[in-house]
Nanobody, 126 residues
Framework: EVQLVESGGGLVQAGGSLRLSCAASGFTFDDYAIGWFRQAPGKEREGVSCISSSDGSTLYADSVKGRFTISSDNAKNTVYLQMSSLKPEDTAVYYC???????????????????WGQGTQVTVSS
């Protein structure tokens, strides 16, 4: 059974940093892509970043480029999202998702990802 468990969310002041973790199990980690998405109240879920566990290639949404960094520790089956220079508009529930690497072609569309975690809340105060 595929399981994705997010952690690391919390309350932080604007300009601060947080590191989210996505611990994966139930599949061959190296064969999958992992994505981070977020959903703010009243808004649609949007893609934040993704990484191919096989070759380490990464993609980012324009809104987080230069501020967020995605990385993968294949020995721990864990993907991280280091978030810096946080803004109030980054406030959302953050989810990680997994799917085969072909999903990277359409990664921004949440409906293209098959497996999801339960989410972790990130709140950035002004």
């Amino acid at each position: 059974e595929v399981q994705l468990v997010e952690s690391g969310g919390g309350l932080v002041q604007a300009g601060g940093s947080l590191r989210l973790s996505c611990a994966a199990s139930g599949f061959t980690f190296d064969d999958y892509a992992i994505g981070w998405f977020r959903q703010a109240p009243g808004k649609e879920r949007e893609g934040v970043s993704c990484i191919s566990s096989s070759d380490g290639s990464t993609l980012y949404a324009d809104s987080v480029k230069g501020r967020f960094t995605i990385s993968s520790d294949n020995a721990k089956n864990t993907v991280y999202l280091q978030m810096s220079s946080l803004k109030p508009e980054d406030t959302a529930v953050y989810y990680c998702a997994a799917d085969v690497p072909e999903v990277l072609r359409v990664w921004v569309f949440p409906e293209e990802w098959d497996y999801w975690g339960q989410g972790t809340q990130v709140t950035v105060s002004s």
